[in-house]
């Protein structure tokens, strides 16, 4: 079974950086386009960013666009989220997520994370 | 963009219950629309995708129906642990992925 864990949230004034991190433990996410989604509190999910399968493709919400950047290591074990220029409204839980099949990227979720908390305040 | 939207908001009903859950498209997204289960401060989890398959370990009293821009979420007979906030979700057009607001199943 695949497990993702994230880390790298905490609290960072407006105008910072964080760069959050997934690791997965069971196997690589080499053939698997990931995805970072967020949870602002009581609210909904919202799609922030995603890579291709083939880690040459990335994708944003248009929120992000500028300020974000996706990324995995090498071996394709960990996935990044590097964070600039925060806001106040970025505040939110992010999950990483996997989809379900491989060497595609029908862009449904099978495997998630528990979530690291990102808290943009001054 | 893809909109979606969920109702109702909330249905409050009592287990053993059938519950049923709509989601609506502002455009077609064909068959590709996927369904989530969200427990307070735990990750969502897959349900249902392409409009009516079950993810892997998922009871049969979740089904899922329609196309183009109607769908439905059917939960046939509600267990204590079926309360939860259900989400849809979007593949066909993106960037970006959409989902839609949620439906709150809560125990009457």
């Known amino acids: 079974e695949v497990q993702l864990l994230e880390s790298g949230g905490g609290l960072v004034q407006p105008g910072g950086s964080l760069r959050l991190s997934c690791a997965a433990s069971g ?15 009581g ?3 919202e799609w922030v960013s995603s890579i291709s399968d083939s880690g040459d493709k990335t994708f944003y919400v248009e929120s992000v666009k500028g300020r974000f950047t996706i ?14 220029s925060l806001r106040v ?9 996997r989809v379900a099949r491989a060497d595609t990227v029908d862009m449904f979720f099978d495997s ?3 979530g690291t908390l990102v808290t943009v305040s001054s | 963009e893809i909109l979606l939207t969920q109702s109702p908001a909330t249905l409050s009903l009592s287990p053993g219950e059938r519950a049923t859950l709509s989601c609506r498209a502002s ?14 401060g ?11 398959n079950r993810a892997t370990g998922v009871p049969a009293r979740f089904s ?35 989902f839609g607001p949620g439906t709150k199943v809560d125990i009457k």
């Open chain 1, 27 to 41: 196997l690589s996410f080499s053939r698997y386009a990931m995805t970072w989604v967020r949870q602002a509190p």
């Open chain 1, 43 to 45: 609210k909904g999910l």
């Open chain 1, 71 to 84: 990324s995995t290591d090498s071996s394709r074990t960990t996935l990044y989220l590097q964070m600039n």
């Open chain 1, 89 to 97: 409204e970025d505040t939110a839980v992010y999950y990483c997520a």
């Open chain 1, 112 to 114: 998630w994370g528990q």
């Open chain 2, 27 to 40: 455009q077609t997204v064909d068959i590709y629309l996927s369904w989530y289960q969200q427990k307070p």
């Open chain 2, 42 to 52: 735990q990750a969502p989890r897959l349900l249902i995708y392409d409009t009516s």
């Open chain 2, 64 to 98: 899922g129906s329609g196309f183009g821009t109607d769908f439905t979420l059917t939960i046939s007979s509600l267990e204590p642990e079926d309360f939860a906030v259900y989400y849809c979700q979007q593949r066909l057009n993106w960037p970006p992925l959409t």
